[in-house]
């Protein structure tokens, strides 16, 4: 199954980086995909009102029990703000009893370079699984 598209957010400043975050999630069981996908709806809707947020994809691999996310943000700081509020806060409370493993890389780029290629993402979410012992 493909990435789902990037969905733009909000415009991007010309001239100006962007934040970008790359995650991945690794379900402990196959049962608790229903649950997790449940329960992300909000954060993904959370993220579409967010300011600072510029766009977002997602990767669902659900035969390996796997999601990605790929977001990217006006600043960490926007970020940091989008992680900390409700919704998000308490899902990923939540979620982190189904989980196996996450991985979590962030980098800038020109927001003239956005979306952000999957192949990229991957590549630097297995450079950092490695990183943290995990590859």
């Known amino acids: 199954m493909p990435p789902l598209p990037w969905v733009k957010v909000n415009p991007a400043v010309p001239g100006t980086r ?52 790929l977001s990217a943000w006006e600043s960490r700081e926007a970020l940091d703000a989008y992680v900390r509020t409700e919704p998000h806060k308490n899902v990923m409370a939540r979620l982190r009893p189904l989980l196996r493993a996450t991985t979590f890389t962030s980098w800038e ?5 956005l979306p952000v ?5 991957r ?13």
Do not use: M, N
Request: net charge positive.
């Open 18 to 69: 962007a934040h970008v975050l790359a995650s991945r999630l690794e379900l402990k069981s196959f049962a608790r995909i229903p649950d997790y996908l449940l329960k992300t709806v909000s954060v993904f809707r959370q993220l579409r009102g967010s300011p600072g947020a510029l766009g977002v994809s997602l990767d669902a691999r659900p035969g390996r029990r796997t999601f990605c996310t």
């Open 109 to 113: 780029v020109p927001v003239e370079e």
């Open 117 to 121: 290629d999957w192949t990229e993402a």
């Open 123 to 135: 590549r630097r979410l297995d450079e950092q699984a490695l990183a943290d012992g995990r590859g």
